[in-house]
């Protein structure tokens, strides 16, 4: 008669196996270390041609100029 259950019961909750508790840390901990590489890779991209300072540097010291 009465299907629906009422919010003072409790689920109850079966116990998992230490062998599949250690499985999820361990996919956890895998997922995680992958992100953190992923995130450390993802940085912006870097130019292709220098700085017009930096280009002008490089053209002093192939001249065989230099500021010293």
Known sequence: MDSHRHRSEVAVLERTSTTARYAR???????????LVLAA????????????AERAAQTRQAAGHTSD
Do not use: E
């Not at 840390?25 to 992100?35: E, I, K, M, W």
């Open 25 to 35: 840390g361990l996919a956890a901990a895998v997922v995680a270390v992958a992100t």
């Open 41 to 52: 890779n993802a940085g912006p991209a870097k130019a292709s041609a220098p700085h017009p």
